[in-house]
């Protein structure tokens, strides 16, 4: 158990989002304010690694003609938990994600972690995988709704934040304003901010890690 090429692969390597590209319908609906994106990532961090450790648990048992079927049962399993967790104690997340959380069941993170991964592998590695995958999910997130909501509107922390009651789990958080919204780039808070927001992202990423090959390359060439 590699844990350090674990954490690279979630946070860069094979970050969900940005390499795999997976999630990305979630990423671009909920992205416009950091109490909606970070819910949203903390929630799939949690139902992955529950859902990695299970398959993980069962791998040696579960028939491989009816594996899929089982890891959607498993899943949805955990978005319930998860769902109703939210509706009882954080009902304005719950509200705000709106039919996203549900339609965790059919993520292909979650999915796509459980084939390639979890069937695979041990308990141990199989959590960590869980756990640095959905970090890196969670940080795409937050990244999005950072840009998305400093650029669009001048403000940062909208529902999470707020500048008398501080930290707000309720959702009423207005944020700090750093700059008057007029000034804003109002696009980035459409549907089609958030495409523009995850194209610059993902292409920021491929280049980041063109570039590491190639220096890795040119060292190996000196050494030759």
């Known amino acids: 158990m590699n844990v350090k090429k674990q954490l690279k692969d979630g946070l860069i390597t094979q970050n969900p989002v ?9 990423t671009m609906a909920i992205t416009t304010s950091l109490f909606n994106g970070l819910g949203m990532g903390l929630s799939v961090l949690i139902i992955l690694t529950c859902c990695n450790i ?31 967790l939210l509706q009882a ?7 705000a994600l709106g039919v996203f959380i549900p339609l965790i069941v ?55 934040l707020d500048p008398v009651k501080g930290l707000c789990l309720d959702g009423t958080g207005a944020g700090f304003q750093i700059f008057p919204a007029e000034y804003g780039v109002s696009i980035l808070t459409l549907p089609f901010g958030g495409f523009l927001t995850l194209g610059c992202l993902i292409a920021l990423t491929q280049y980041a890690m063109r570039k590491s090959e190639e220096k890795k390359a040119a060292k190996k060439e000196e050494v030759k």
């Open 18 to 26: 940005l390499v795999q590209l997976l999630g990305m319908c979630s």
């Open 54 to 84: 299970v398959i993980s648990l069962l791998r040696k048992i579960i028939p491989n003609d009816i594996r899929i079927a089982i890891y959607v049962v498993v899943i949805a399993g955990f978005v319930t938990v998860v769902d109703l």
């Open 89 to 95: 104690f954080i009902p304005a997340l719950s509200s």
């Open 106 to 160: 059919v993520n292909c993170i979650i999915i796509g972690r459980a084939e390639a991964f979890a069937a695979k592998n041990t308990l141990g590695a199989s959590a960590l995988d869980g756990i640095f995958q959905g970090i890196g999910y969670t940080i795409v997130l937050v990244a999005m709704c950072v840009i998305r909501e400093f650029l669009g509107t001048g403000a940062f922390g909208g529902g999470l």
